[in-house]
């Protein structure tokens, strides 16, 4: 009488959930600090001092009836002017706050995308390993996930397996720079290459192909490494932000929608994603959350602490025989098991009480994510742990 | 290519835009303080001091890495405990925090019970004159809207049609009360009678019939009124609740869903209401608003203002020869117009700077609302403006 699917995502246990539910029981029985969770994306260093200054200047300062109050359902229209002459002073672009529509965080822009775009039976491209949530999101909206398997060589692309499945019903491509599980960013070529299969495409189809470039980890890289601005590449690109990771404030809920001016009908596209979002509930993203976004959108919390984390866990598991794909971005590295099956690697790495999710879920067997955005002091707690994981199998 | 009525919902100017847009238009002409408007629902009172202090203090005194991260997807557990304890000492309920559902805002709160609850086809029945987001919310989760026309006489229930409205197909009915646009309060009576009505025909069809009870408004009522607390006269109720109107803080999208343990199967009601909060995006209510609404869930803002203006304005067109029912809560008032057609008589009011929107967008022609969340000094500016117009009714 119910609808069963939704019953079946409000009550499955997530692996990770299943490792926290385990990490909780351990925890009690030889202490948290002998617990080595990795499982859990959440950002450990807190945002820029500037985010709670604001907001205390904010409340402190404005017209609480104008800060608590709607904003209009596209967000604040100043907002979206200083957010879009930020994105033009970093990228170059010549961005309108009128391209621009703030969403309640990442998910919600992707699923206003999704809604706005895609028709019952539309099919969405997405690359291996991936966010598992993009499957719940473009089922909602009636689409099809077609799944590229992952080329675990650099986890950049397997054009071939791509080249086959576009077809006349791929109504988007969804990528994720850097990327969650693996930290890797796709580079200038591999974006280069992608947007002219889809130009080809798209003209031999006589339909656009939508490239959702989801990329909440643009600015948590490393090593000087930069994410390629996608528009540069490909017109018909729309990106989906979020200040969650950049600016350490996941509750907060606050990203945008940008749909370049080069998309084709960018205006019919802007309005269908804006039917999206209201026929879904949001109003508008959270008022006070959009003015501050606006004033921080240039900043990061401290970074520091993630690529000490990463070289340290990068170095030692190597050192360890551990195969790992040089991560340039994020707090994930995604490395090899030592065993086929990625399920029983991580049961056995609880042995060592490490919590490792492994790569099944993301669509990549044979692989585990550790999340490194945890206190340095738990990796060097656990680094005897994984060498004691890695010699279990030498033996 | 794209989805039509995604497109249609983003481009659509209501009725209530049109009437902004000229108001600006005669703004610049006659001064923004010759135009009378009446248009907008939202709080023009700020929010007690009281948010603001404690956002502050959460602010400047708690983890930034907790406050700004993620809370669990049904929202945190303590604020969730603190508002259910709050609910079992205002209505003697014996609430737990399981059975409530953080939600970002009513509007969400709505659409994930719609996506939780039905099935395509399923129908939901709604009493004119409504909101008239409903309808878009329930036609994007696949059901249908069923319309119970008017009982112009009160605004209470028309019985014999909602009768013969309902049927198999039924999976729920919403009421809005204290209700948007009328002001008007389900009596007791009215409820009773409704959950007889709604048990004989639960058992008749064995299925539950599910009262969602949107109540946004809940505390803001005059002279004494008290909102019936739903759940006590039916057990299949489900609460969505709002503190954008109660604190003005509709910028920040928080309410939550009440799911009262008497529901048939409540766990699994929940699990697919949360199920479908998780497939439309909404990772979690916003997390800082979330903290606020658990300290202020027994506050309000000022009312007295609305009731000022409540009073000045009824007593007055009255006393004009307009035609209302007695409105005991929310702060809009829904009179008859002077001419039958409610869209002419907008504007023929307009000719008198007046901006009053047409009930014809209800589903209850005739009338037209007036939102009296303004300054009191602006109804004191109207009258004269209200009383010319209705003398152009008597030539």
């Known amino acids: ?22 990490g909780k029981k351990r925890a009690a ?17 807190p945002p820029p001092e500037k985010v709670n200054e604001i907001a205390i200047d904010i409340l402190k300062n404005q017209d609480p009836v104008l800060i608590h109050g709607y904003t209009s359902a596209q967000g604040d229209a100043g907002v979206r002017q200083m957010i879009a002459e930020s994105l033009n ?33 539309d099919e969405v491209i997405v690359f291996a390993p991936y966010f598992p949530e993009y499957k719940v999101f473009i089922e909602k909206a009636g689409a099809k996930m077609v799944l590229i398997p992952a080329e675990i060589e650099g986890f950049q692309i397997d054009f071939d397996a791509f080249g086959k499945a576009l077809s006349p019903k791929t109504k988007a491509v969804l990528i994720n720079t850097p990327n969650n599980p693996t930290g890797v960013v796709y580079s200038k070529e591999t974006i280069k290459k992608l947007a002219q299969m889809l130009r080809d495409k798209s003209e031999e189809y006589g339909n656009p192909i939508y490239l959702i470039s989801d990329e909440p980890y643009r600015e948590i890289v490393y090593d000087g490494a930069q994410t390629p601005w996608v528009p540069k590449y490909y017109d018909n690109t729309i990106v989906c932000y979020s200040f969650s990771k950049s600016l350490s404030m996941p509750g907060g809920r606050i990203g945008y929608i940008l749909v370049c001016p080069t998309v084709e009908d960018n205006k019919t596209v802007y309005a269908a994603i804006a039917g999206a979002g209201r026929s879904l509930g949001y109003v508008n993203a959270p008022a006070l959350f959009q003015y501050i976004a606006a004033k921080c959108c240039e900043e990061t919390s401290d970074l520091s ?23 340039k971005g994020t707090f994930y590295l995604f490395p090899r098991c030592l065993e086929e099956d990625a399920m029983a690697f991580s049961e056995r790495a ?17 692989h585990f994510r550790l999340a490194y955005c945890v206190p340095t002091e738990r990796i060097e707690r656990a680094l005897p742990a994984f060498k004691k994981l890695a010699e279990s199998y030498k033996k």
């Open 1 to 22: 009488m119910l609808p069963e699917k939704m019953i079946e995502l409000g009550t499955a246990r997530s692996v990770i959930r299943e490792l926290f539910e385990f």
């Open 89 to 121: 002073r970093r990228f170059g672009g010549n961005y309108d706050k009128d391209d621009l529509y703030m969403s309640t965080g990442a998910a919600a822009a992707l699923t206003c995308c999704f809604h706005g775009l895609c028709c019952e039976g």
């Open 29 to 45: 029985e030889v202490g948290a600090e002998n617990v080595f969770d990795f499982s859990i994306g959440n950002p450990s260093v």
């Open 305 to 327: 602490i993630y690529e000490r984390n990463r070289r340290l866990l990068l170095d030692s598991l190597r050192e360890m025989g551990f195969h790992c794909v040089e991560p």
């Open 350 to 366: 609880k042995e060592f009480d490490l919590l490792l999710v492994p790569g099944d879920g993301f669509g990549c067997p044979g």
